[in-house]
């Protein structure tokens, strides 16, 4: 069972910046592509951004895009979401997981224990 470490989350004011950590192992980041996605309250899980293994292309929602930027350590073991000009339309649990889908996150279990965003005054 493949399962990643999300951290980062925090509190932060509407205009801010959050730097989000997904702590994987060395394997998985070479063979598989790694996903950020969200849940809001009341709302389904959906996809955020994803960076490929191999040629690392990269995926960004339209929610998000020019706003955020993924990013991946292979040093560290490790991709980041960089947000910046967060919403509270922003505000949701984030989870890393090694898929760009929900639906195959979701079929093979992927899901770890997420971090929270909270963007308000």
């Known amino acids: 069972q493949v399962q990643l470490v999300e951290s980062g989350g925090d509190l932060v004011q509407p205009g801010g910046s959050l730097r989000l950590s997904c702590a994987a192992s060395?394997?998985?980041?070479?063979?598989?592509?790694i996903g950020w996605f969200r849940q809001a309250p009341g709302k389904e899980r959906e996809e955020v951004s994803c960076?490929?293994?191999?040629?690392?292309?990269?995926f960004y929602a339209d929610s998000v895009k020019g706003r955020f930027t993924i990013s991946r350590d292979n040093t560290k073991n490790t991709v980041y979401l960089q947000m910046n000009s967060l919403t509270p339309e922003d505000t949701a649990v984030y989870y890393c997981a090694p898929a760009c889908s929900v639906n195959i996150a979701t079929m093979y279990n992927y899901w770890g224990q997420g971090t929270q965003v909270t963007v308000s005054l």
């Open positions: 060395e394997f998985v980041l070479k063979y598989y592509p």
């Open positions: 960076i490929k293994s191999g040629d690392g292309s990269i």
